[in-house]
């Protein structure tokens, strides 16, 4: 093996322009890849991060994913239902306090009771529709990160006043309403109730802080029209991946609809998947593109060597031998080539994280960057095999030299 | 020092005819039955073009006959895959060409290097050792750290031949060795293969076309038309 590497770096460094550049066309794939992954992979964090952490993992809502099963299904085998009337049921999950318990006496994460509802808050002659939660706020800063996300006042500042209420920053800035102004709340069944604006929330995503509010679970259950009613348990686990297991658990055991995360942003995680795969197909075809150079050196080289390849072969070395060397050679290229990639790759990723920017829909203020090992290793893994191969047929060809042919003619 | 039961042919060539070609075919040797053993030194020779290189690639299993057995040390070639075939060239055979066909990036002495390296059968020492006492015993010592680029003809055909004995080989398989040489250098080498027959009792098979280096061998295989006459 020594032999074969010596001949292969003797040839490689002979031919030190060509080598340069085909290392550089590798670094440069290699390199531009893991930024690309870098950024890629950092803005899907980021956003899933920022998704996760404004909500609670697991919401148990009181709805049924199937329809109750009819007692004439059982005794007929009917297949279809005309002019069926269900019996009203109030709304809320029964028991809820029990459930709660029971829930946390499995251990399986941190459980607030809710009450969610719409409502459309009436300000200075400005009507805005809003998602309005009642929240038990010392439960509620165990399963999401509210508390963090209260701007100008606090989450205990809802005992403050009768009927407080918490708005989305840009909620509150779209009605023109500031903290101590009092608003009209009007839910479904035409309830208003008058509440007092105590803090405004910023969770750094659009979509919540234009839309969400935030009341004791109190308040919310007198503009349902209920006391007593929850009908949204929230839950927060130790492991986020592990949401979608627990939910259908907690699902079997209580029968009411629960919702992991996961299960609630299914459009956007297999948008990230596909997203996933157009990436890893770009990154593969720069590295593609990259490896015609080593396959253009490798071809010339051996080009160049045929008397050598031919005197070797007469000498003894196999067929097997010859085409290791210059395989060799495309994985030498190659692998030098990663090693400035990584760097290349490194500096890219740094120099495109220190970029500020403002977004209209996130609260980042410079582009998320990933660095994960594993995008060096798949760079790593895709350059040495896409040398390897545009390296092996030059190779292959070398090998099948017949050394009386080229020794006649140079002869 | 080559090894074989005395008086055995060490090659044998029999009914070996090669041809070259699909539609129109063209034969380089026909019918040859030959025979080299130990301690000989034999010239073949004869007009351009009457098959004496071929004659000798297929001696030395560079090439495969059409027809006919190549035996080494009695085995039959023919029977061999490639891989075993190379390693017969290896060990037991060694070549010199017109030209040297030394590796230009390496020097004299790794170039020497190269077939022990390939064999495997010494360990680094051992085989700087011998490389560098195979040039000095060719008046190559003060030049073996020199690339063939800083040598003359004569002497990189010296380390072509030190090259070819790296492998201590039975028989040693020169195609006019001496033709891109001058005359004192092409009787420098004529001294090196007489005093290896003579001293080590390697066989030597030399191809040539200049018949006063071959009334100096041995033995004259003459061959016309393919044919040894």
Same mark, same amino acid.
């Given at each position: 093996?020594?032999?074969?590497?010596?001949?292969?770096?003797?040839?490689?460094?002979?031919?030190?322009?060509?080598?340069?550049?085909?290392?550089?066309?590798?670094?440069?794939?290699?390199?531009?890849?893991?930024?690309?992954?870098?950024?890629?992979?950092?803005?899907?964090?980021?956003?899933?991060?920022?998704?996760?952490?404004?909500?609670?993992?697991?919401?148990?809502?009181?709805?049924?994913?199937?329809?109750?099963?009819?007692?004439?299904?059982?005794?007929?085998?009917?297949?279809?239902?005309?002019?069926?009337?269900?019996?009203?049921?109030?709304?809320?999950?029964?028991?809820?306090?029990?459930?709660?318990?029971?829930?946390?006496?499995?251990?399986?994460?941190?459980?607030?009771?809710?009450?969610?509802?719409?409502?459309?808050?009436?300000?200075?002659?400005?009507?805005?529709?809003?998602?309005?939660?009642?929240?038990?706020?010392?439960?509620?800063?165990?399963?999401?990160?509210?508390?963090?996300?209260?701007?100008?006042?606090?989450?205990?500042?809802?005992?403050?006043?009768?009927?407080?209420?918490?708005?989305?920053?840009?909620?509150?800035?779209?009605?023109?309403?500031?903290?101590?102004?009092?608003?009209?709340?009007?839910?479904?069944?035409?309830?208003?109730?008058?509440?007092?604006?105590?803090?405004?929330?910023?969770?750094?995503?659009?979509?919540?802080?234009?839309?969400?509010?935030?009341?004791?679970?109190?308040?919310?259950?007198?503009?349902?029209?209920?006391?007593?009613?929850?009908?949204? *348990?929230?839950?927060? =686990?130790? @492991?986020? !991946?592990? /949401?979608? %297991?627990? &939910?259908?658990?907690?699902?079997?055991?209580? $029968? +009411?609809?629960?919702?992991?995360?996961?299960?609630?942003?299914?459009?956007?995680?297999?948008?990230?998947?596909?997203?996933?795969?157009?990436?890893?197909?770009?990154?593969?075809?720069?590295?593609?593109?990259?490896?015609?150079?080593?396959?253009?050196?490798?071809?010339?080289?051996?080009?160049?060597?045929?008397?050598?390849?031919?005197?070797?072969?007469?000498?003894?070395?196999?067929?097997?031998?010859?085409?290791?060397?210059?395989?060799?050679?495309?994985?030498?290229?190659?692998?030098?080539?990663?090693?400035?990639?990584?760097?290349?790759?490194?500096?890219?990723?740094?120099?495109?994280?220190?970029?500020?920017?403002?977004?209209?829909?996130?609260?980042?203020?410079?582009?998320? *960057?990933?660095?994960? =090992?594993? @995008?060096? !290793?798949? /760079?790593? %893994?895709? &350059?040495?095999?896409?040398?390897?191969?545009? $390296? +092996?047929?030059?190779?292959?060809?070398?090998?099948?030299?017949?050394?009386?042919?080229?020794?006649?003619?140079?002869? | 020092?080559?090894?074989?039961?005395?008086?055995?042919?060490?090659?044998?060539?029999?009914?070996?005819?090669?041809?070259?070609?699909?539609?129109?075919?063209?034969?380089?040797?026909?019918?040859?039955?030959?025979?080299?053993?130990?301690?000989?030194?034999?010239?073949?020779?004869?007009?351009?073009?009457?098959?004496?290189?071929?004659?000798?690639?297929?001696?030395?299993?560079?090439?495969?006959?059409?027809?006919?057995?190549?035996?080494?040390?009695?085995?039959?070639?023919?029977?061999?895959?490639?891989?075993?075939?190379?390693?017969?060239?290896?060990?037991?055979?060694?070549?010199?060409?017109?030209?040297?066909?030394?590796?230009?990036?390496?020097?004299?002495?790794?170039?020497?290097?190269?077939?022990?390296?390939?064999?495997?059968?010494?360990?680094?020492?051992?085989?700087?050792?011998?490389?560098?006492?195979?040039?000095?015993?060719?008046?190559?010592?003060?030049?073996?750290?020199?690339?063939?680029?800083?040598?003359?003809?004569?002497?990189?055909?010296?380390?072509?031949?030190?090259?070819?004995?790296?492998?201590?080989?039975?028989?040693?398989?020169?195609?006019?060795?001496?033709?891109?040489?001058?005359?004192?250098?092409?009787?420098?080498?004529?001294?090196?293969?007489?005093?290896?027959?003579?001293?080590?009792?390697?066989?030597?098979?030399?191809?040539?076309?200049?018949?006063?280096?071959?009334?100096?061998?041995?033995?004259?295989?003459?061959?016309?038309?393919?044919?040894?006459?």
């Amino acid at each position: 093996m020594k032999l074969v590497l010596d001949i292969a770096w003797t040839h490689v460094r002979s031919r030190l322009r060509q080598t340069l550049v085909g290392m550089l066309g590798v670094a440069m794939g290699v390199g531009f890849s893991i930024m690309m992954a870098a950024l890629m992979v950092g803005s899907q964090n980021d956003f899933i991060r920022q998704l996760v952490d404004s909500l609670p993992h697991i919401t148990i809502r009181d709805e049924r994913r199937d329809p109750p099963r009819q007692p004439v299904e059982d005794l007929y085998q009917a297949v279809q239902f005309s002019g069926l009337r269900t019996p009203v049921t109030r709304p809320g999950i029964k028991n809820p306090y029990a459930i709660i318990a029971t829930l946390e006496s499995q251990k399986l994460g941190k459980v607030a009771p809710s009450v969610e509802s719409r409502a459309v808050i009436r300000y200075a002659g400005r009507d805005t529709a809003a998602s309005v939660t009642g929240i038990d706020p010392k439960r509620e800063a165990k399963v999401s990160k509210l508390p963090s996300q209260i701007r100008a006042g606090s989450l205990s500042s809802l005992y403050a006043s009768s009927n407080a209420i918490i708005l989305g920053d840009r909620l509150a800035a779209k009605i023109g309403a500031r903290i101590g102004n009092t608003i009209t709340l009007v839910a479904g069944n035409g309830r208003r109730m008058s509440c007092t604006v105590v803090a405004f929330l910023h969770a750094g995503v659009a979509n919540i802080d234009e839309t969400q509010a935030y009341t004791l679970n109190k308040t919310a259950q007198i503009l349902a029209g209920q006391i007593g009613l929850v009908n949204a *348990i929230r839950i927060r =686990v130790g @492991h986020i !991946l592990d /949401a979608r %297991a627990i &939910a259908a658990r907690i699902e079997t055991q209580t $029968g +009411y609809k629960s919702v992991s995360w996961q299960e609630a942003n299914e459009d956007l995680l297999s948008a990230f998947e596909i997203r996933n795969v157009i990436m890893y197909t770009v990154v593969g075809a720069i590295l593609l593109v990259a490896s015609f150079g080593t396959y253009n050196i490798i071809s010339t080289i051996t080009h160049e060597k045929t008397r050598d390849i031919a005197i070797l072969k007469s000498l003894g070395f196999t067929e097997r031998t010859v085409r290791r060397i210059f395989l060799l050679e495309a994985i030498i290229i190659g692998f030098a080539g990663t090693i400035i990639g990584w760097g290349l790759g490194y500096a890219l990723s740094r120099a495109l994280g220190s970029i500020e920017f403002k977004s209209p829909f996130v609260d980042a203020t410079h582009l998320p *960057i990933e660095y994960d =090992v594993t @995008h060096y !290793l798949i /760079a790593t %893994a895709v &350059a040495l095999a896409a040398s390897g191969i545009a $390296g +092996y047929l030059p190779a292959r060809k070398a090998a099948r030299v017949h050394p009386v042919d080229i020794i006649r003619g140079a002869s | 020092m080559p090894s074989s039961a005395p008086g055995a042919p060490l090659i044998r060539l029999d009914k070996v005819t090669r041809t070259i070609g699909d539609g129109v075919v063209t034969t380089l040797v026909r019918d040859i039955d030959l025979e080299i053993r130990g301690g000989e030194f034999a010239a073949i020779v004869g007009p351009s073009g009457s098959g004496k290189s071929s004659l000798l690639y297929l001696l030395g299993l560079l090439d495969a006959p059409t027809a006919g057995d190549v035996l080494v040390q009695g085995e039959n070639a023919n029977h061999l895959n490639e891989a075993a075939r190379a390693h017969l060239r290896l060990s037991l055979l060694g070549f010199v060409f017109q030209f040297h066909f030394l590796l230009p990036e390496f020097t004299a002495l790794a170039n020497v290097m190269l077939p022990m390296r390939a064999l495997r059968k010494l360990d680094e020492r051992a085989m700087q050792e011998r490389a560098e006492g195979l040039l000095a015993s060719l008046g190559l010592a003060e030049h073996a750290h020199k690339t063939p680029d800083k040598l003359s003809g004569g002497q990189r055909q010296r380390v072509a031949i030190a090259r070819a004995l790296a492998n201590e080989p039975m028989v040693l398989l020169a195609d006019e060795p001496t033709g891109n040489l001058d005359t004192a250098s092409s009787e420098q080498v004529l001294e090196i293969f007489r005093r290896l027959v003579d001293e080590t009792g390697r066989a030597i098979v030399m191809v040539t076309h200049d018949l006063d280096l071959a009334a100096r061998t041995d033995r004259q295989i003459r061959i016309v038309d393919g044919r040894i006459v």
